[in-house]
C-alpha cells in the first residue's frame, strides 16, 4: 500500500486547509486511517483517524472540534478538514493506514505551516 498525501502550504491564524490522502490498492478493510503530526522537537501524535473501514472516528484533544476527517472509500481517500487554526497546529501531517493482516503504512509529510 502506498499513500500520497498533499494539501499542506501557509495559512494565517484562524484560517482553514483540506488536506487529502489517497492510497494505492483496495484499503475498504482498513482499521485506522488517517493523520498524525509532529511539531519540530516534538513527538509525533494522533490528529485524526476514521476506524473500522470508516464507522467511527477518533480525534487528537487538542484539534477535537476544528478538525474533521472523512473519506471516499470509492476513492481510498481520507480527508482531513482544519479549520480555526493556530501556529500551534504547524506540523509535518503525516497519512497512515492500518490494515489487519498487512500491517501499517505512511504516507510521506505535507507541512503545514500557520502564520501568527
Known amino acids: 500500500v502506498q499513500l500520497q498525501a498533499s494539501g499542506g502550504g501557509l495559512v494565517e491564524t484562524g484560517g482553514s486547509l483540506r488536506l487529502s490522502c489517497a492510497a494505492s490498492?483496495?484499503?475498504?478493510?482498513?482499521?485506522?486511517m488517517g493523520w498524525y503530526r509532529q511539531a519540530p522537537g516534538k513527538q509525533r501524535e494522533l490528529v485524526a483517524t476514521?476506524?473500522?473501514?470508516?464507522?467511527?472516528?477518533n480525534y487528537g484533544d487538542s484539534v477535537r472540534g476544528r478538525f474533521t476527517v472523512s473519506g471516499d472509500n470509492a476513492k481510498n481517500t481520507v480527508f482531513l478538514q482544519m479549520n480555526n487554526l493556530n501556529p500551534e497546529d504547524t506540523a509535518v501531517y503525516y497519512c497512515?493506514?492500518?490494515?489487519?493482516?498487512?500491517?501499517?503504512?505512511w504516507g510521506q509529510g505535507t507541512l503545514v505551516t500557520v502564520s501568527s
Open positions: 497512515r493506514i492500518a490494515i489487519p493482516s498487512m500491517g501499517v503504512f
Open positions: 490498492g483496495s484499503t475498504r478493510s482498513f482499521v485506522a
Open positions: 476514521l476506524l473500522n473501514g470508516g464507522a467511527d472516528t
